[in-house]
């Protein structure tokens, strides 16, 4: 299987997926990621794969207070692959 940088396009699909999974074990509403984020989440070139991108959404659920996440819910190593990107919410 590609790297999950070859495959931007799956990542909005893997996210969900995730997400999904995520949220029933916390167990959470499983919150929306607005469209800002998720152009972050898909200009990070994920060096970790897929673990590291599972690992950054357990992190912004945990971290968020709204029903969205945001760019700023998000690890910094994970914004700063990114330019222009605004921090806050």
Not at 15 to 43: F, N, V, W, Y
Request: charge should be negative; glycine fraction near 6%.
């Amino acid at each position: 299987m590609p790297p999950l940088r070859e495959r931007i396009g799956d990542i909005p699909a893997i996210a969900g997926h995730l997400m999904s999974q995520i949220c029933a074990k916390l167990p959470r509403p499983e919150p929306r990621i607005d469209d800002e984020t998720m152009q972050c989440l898909m200009a990070y070139p994920w060096p970790g794969n897929i673990r590291e991108l599972h690992n950054e959404l357990a992190r912004a659920v945990a971290l968020s207070d709204g029903a969205c996440l945001h760019a700023a819910d998000f690890s910094p190593k994970v914004l700063q692959g990114q330019a222009g990107v605004t921090l806050a919410k």
